[in-house]
């Protein structure tokens, strides 16, 4: 089947403008988790949604930032007034079941931003 | 503060000598930590998941060690090639149910 999918693949934005990336997960996949790459870094965890519980926003690095989900399908993470130290690529992933810490990611391609 | 460190150094080694991957991890008690596999411009890739109670753990020529006293995971890839090139990333999950990555350690298998 499909795997996880974002778009855009790319985006370049001017400093001070708001985007919007998109996921959509595994169909069936009720955890969905957002992350950060900044280049030649690890993995930064943004949020993570698990069915109809609350979001975990832990990650969120301002208020600048914020993200939804619908049920059990798309995602979106918004970032407001963007500035330069928000270019990274900006990961989805999702995994069958919320609450196991045995169960895996499945990731997407991710988006990179550019905030010029 | 919790956390992972992988060699931040990229490993170069020639084709099918065995890449030996780091991980420690700290103020940590995982009961299970996983190994991805990340090529350039992609999403990582799961490889393997060992459990605090397996000592070893095999997938083809991959091999994952947990020695939970030493709080260290090792990775190893035999007869490397150099289609195994990429960046291995480990990965915990906390008591949040967040699964926290290091920063991963590129291996470049050359001809």
């Known amino acids: 089947g499909a795997g996880v999918s974002q778009s855009p693949s790319n985006k370049v934005t001017e400093k001070g403008k708001d985007v919007e990336l998109r996921c959509d997960p595994i169909s069936g996949h009720t955890a969905l988790y957002w992350y950060r790459q900044r280049l030649g870094q690890g993995l930064e965890f943004l949020i993570y949604f698990q069915g109809n519980s609350a979001p975990d926003k832990s990650g969120l690095p301002s208020d600048r930032f914020s993200a939804e989900r619908t049920g059990e399908s798309v995602s979106t993470l918004t970032i407001q007034r963007t500035q330069q130290e928000d270019s990274a690529v900006y990961l989805c992933?999702?995994?069958?079941?919320?609450?196991?810490?045995?169960?895996?990611?499945?990731f997407g391609p991710g988006t990179r931003l550019l905030v010029l | 503060s919790q956390k992972i460190e992988q060699n931040s150094e990229a490993l170069n080694i020639q084709e099918g000598k065995t890449a030996t991957l780091t991980c420690n991890y700290t103020?940590?008690?995982?009961?299970?930590l996983q190994w991805y596999r990340q090529d350039p411009g992609r999403g990582p890739v799961f490889l393997l998941l060992?459990?605090?109670?397996?000592k070893e753990k095999r997938k083809e020529r991959l091999k994952v060690t947990f020695d939970t006293t030493l709080k260290q995971s090792l990775f190893h890839i035999t007869a490397s090639q150099p289609a195994d090139s990429a960046t291995y990333l480990c990965a915990v999950y906390n008591q949040g149910g967040k699964l926290i990555f290091g920063q991963g350690t590129e291996l470049s298998v050359k001809p």
């Open positions: 992933a999702s995994s069958p079941l919320a609450g196991l810490v045995q169960e895996t990611q499945y």
């Open positions: 060992i459990r605090e109670n397996e």
């Open positions: 103020n940590y008690s995982p009961a299970y």
